[in-house]
């Protein structure tokens, strides 16, 4: 598939910076796709007369670090030939990468179809149903991002996703099962902040049990060391699987 890029405007300091957009879907923009639907930021505003176009990628300052620093960083320069910067918040184990470009929004949201600020509709882009490995690719960024890998009672493996928009999980539940992996979802479930004590809604897809986490790890895997290092643990526990190692996305 080939994306016409001409609707896409780049700023001067796109240009400067050498900014490269695909010209076409391939699997390492499929898993960055996936990223952006779990933890990206998308957003073009207006200040005092000036544009501002943004792109960053959020998670936790110790479980996401390498993952955001090591892989997401080098995943973007490998896709988009620039540099995101990172930064971390203070007295909050929070931390996010970023880059302001008009480029990259737009490829983003006119070209990909992310939608700009929330996220609550968000939904896998058409331009990934096209082949298996795309899908594979998406889920991948989507599970590394928003989900996680976790054991529960027993040593019992589940994979766990949740996030605001129903129709992604609808989504990724069709994905799964596309690429022969079945799933269970919970939709419209109310829950209460921990912090602002608010209601607010949420749903979730579950993968759960050795045979299905087997087949995930064949077919999908994780990108994020901290899914690994949970799986490690797993597979080195006294009723763990015996599965090959996880699919990782080669070094960029």
């Not at 019992?156 to 539940?173: E, G, H, M, T």
């Not at 897809?205 to 949970?230: M, T």
């Amino acid at each position: 598939m080939k994306f016409d890029l001409g609707s896409v405007n780049y700023s001067r300091k796109d240009v400067k910076r050498g900014l490269v957009l695909p010209s076409k879907m391939n699997e390492y923009l499929a898993e960055d796709i996936g990223i952006m639907i779990g933890d990206g930021c998308i957003s073009a505003k207006t200040y005092n007369g000036l544009n501002h176009h943004f792109i960053s990628v959020d998670g936790n300052s110790i479980n996401d670090k390498d993952y955001l620093l090591r892989f997401v960083t080098s995943l973007k320069f490998k896709l988009y030939n620039i540099n995101f910067n990172s930064d971390f918040k203070k007295n909050r184990n929070e931390m996010r990468i970023r880059i302001y470009s008009q480029g990259l929004v737009e490829f983003y949201s006119k070209i990909i179809g992310l939608p700009l600020g929330k996220k609550n509709e968000i939904k896998i882009p058409s331009c990934i149903w096209a082949d298996k490995r795309f899908i594979r690719a998406c889920l991948r960024g989507i599970i590394d991002t928003d989900g996680s890998f976790q054991l529960r009672i027993r040593n019992y493996p589940q994979i766990k996703l949740a996030c605001a928009s129903k129709r992604l999980i609808k989504d990724c539940k069709k994905a799964f099962k596309l690429v022969g992996i079945e799933t269970s979802i919970k939709t419209d479930c109310v829950r209460i902040h921990n912090v602002t004590k608010r209601k607010f809604i949420t749903n979730y897809l579950y993968l759960s049990g050795r045979k299905k986490i087997s087949k995930y790890i064949k077919l999908v895997g994780f990108s994020n060391q901290n899914n690994i290092l949970r799986l490690q643990k797993y597979k080195g526990g006294p009723k763990g699987i015996s599965t090959p190692d996880p699919k990782i996305t080669p070094n960029l």
